[in-house]
């Protein structure tokens, strides 16, 4: 019986200590493990950190480009990407609140939805335009203040949006988006302040989207995914310590970013032009490319709700309904974004000719897309209609960057502004309209009819304006032989919003008093001198 204990005892001290090995090597092995899985993180990690650096490195030398690290515009491009993916951390976080388009509800509610999205540029035109042109001598502290405001505006919805306070919610977000839209115009006027010599308006206005758009698509599925997580309000509290460092950003702006105030005007009169009548008197030029991208821009917002409520009535056939509006939408997209590729590839070509052609362009795909309306004449003209749209607003801006003095730029983007939008919300309402009645080629058509009747009209203008700046070329002419021969820009038309006209009046045809000069017409330059750049910043 003792051998029979001791060899029980043996067989039970020789499996625990089985035991014991195995918990050792089991141990030794999750050591190893987790070391090779810290080994493995930190590698990653490393790789991450390294990723991100090059990226910005790559994204710095993008920005810094051909001078523009000496002017401030590579400041100004980091700064409105920034400013971007802010707006885009607050969509995403807004989402299933307020911004969703109710795509499956009725059409009284989407109607309800674009005329909610004017109010703000209702307050943007004769508001924060005035304002920005009195305090362009503080640009830089206008442009921190719209960031600082919005970083408070996002913590206080932060804060209403648990509990679902919608009355702070409301008025909160259409603040952030007038803030916004303030901030954009301010970021327009002081353009050509930080324009370098070696890049053209239209090119620097391209640079300045392109890396905006992808700061925004990058920013848009973070904070889609931090809010399904996280929760929509801890998006908001990011956003509000991103604007935040935006605005100190924006106060290290460079001091030439800020115009000086101009001296004398006001005791001496006469020449500072009535600021109401100015907004509204832009001359032919700015006033042609606006009534081109008005026509784009009524085509945008009516294929938009068009094309979606067929999609979504199946009278758009080809696809099912969740598929096609992602395909419209992926095309939309890539049109946006190539339309901003290809204005930094223009700088050689005339922003009037740019702003006709695109209208020229979305004309002709119209037509065909209504003769041969399927699925993808469809997505076509989704993308053509964005490429147009993107295209010709930036050459509109380097329009009006040029044309247009110092102390009525803002109050004039913010007019062009306020007239886009405008005409975008009247084009979706009256593609909720047709899109109850008619099909697919009949609405196509009648925007074609639309489009080619704005395009033959702009057309008839303009030539009927080179003819009379031709008549009165060859009346100075004749009354003074020794007279210089015209610059290219009058000639053409395609100079200054005020060419043609006389000498003895001012940017708005009015008299010219005596021993005055106009400040908003920039002929500089002498008769006799070729104008290849008509605006370069003294700083570059």
Known sequence: MAAGWKRVRQAAGEASRQVGRSVSAAGRASVRAGRGTGRTAARAGRGAVGGTRRAGRAARRLTHAQGADRTGLGQLIELTAAHSAGDALVTAALAGTLFKLPVNEARGQVALYLLITMI??????????????????????????????????????????????????????????????????????????????????????????????????????????ASAWLGAEWVLRGATVLFLLQGVLAVRLPRHVDSPDLEGLDEEGGDRPHRWRTMLNVGPVVAEAMYANVAVRVYSGFLLFYLLFLVQDRNL????????????????????????????????????????????????????????????????????????????????????????????????????????????????????????????????????AVLAGSLGWLLFRRRGRVRDVEARVEAARGTSPAASPAPDDARTGNGSAHSGRSAHTDAWGRPRPAGTTTVVARHADPPTEKRTRPLTNPHG
Request: hydrophobic fraction near 65%.
């Open 120 to 225: 703000p540029f209702v307050v943007v035109a004769p508001f924060v335009g005035p304002v920005l042109d009195r305090f362009r001598s503080g640009r830089r502290f206008v442009m921190a203040g719209t960031l600082f405001g919005r970083g408070l505006l996002c913590f206080a919805m932060a804060a209403a949006i648990v509990p679902g306070d919608v009355f702070t919610i409301f008025p909160a977000a259409l603040a952030v988006l007038v803030l916004s839209k303030a901030y954009n115009v301010s970021r327009a006027a002081i353009m050509p302040s930080v324009l370098p010599a070696d890049i053209a308006l239209v090119t620097a206005n391209a640079r300045v989207a392109l890396f905006a758009l992808v700061a925004a698509g990058v920013a848009v599925p973070i904070g889609a995914g």
């Open 317 to 448: 056939p080809g696809l099912p309904p969740t598929v096609a509006v992602a395909v419209l939408a992926v095309a939309a997209g890539a049109g946006g974004l190539a339309g901003t590729a290809v204005a930094s590839w223009v700088r050689n070509h005339s922003p009037q000719v740019i702003v006709l052609a695109t209208l020229a362009v979305t004309t002709a795909i119209t037509v065909l897309a209504a003769v041969v309306f399927q699925m993808w004449s469809a997505v076509a003209v989704a993308l053509v209609a964005a490429f147009a749209q993107g295209l010709g607003k930036l050459a509109l801006d380097a329009i009006v960057q040029r044309e247009i003095g110092e102390e009525v730029r803002s109050s004039t983007f913010g007019v062009v502004e306020a007239f886009l939008q405008i005409a975008w919300v009247l084009g979706g309402l009256v593609g909720l309209w047709l899109s109850l009645f008619a099909s697919g080629s009949a609405g196509l058509a009648a925007m074609a």
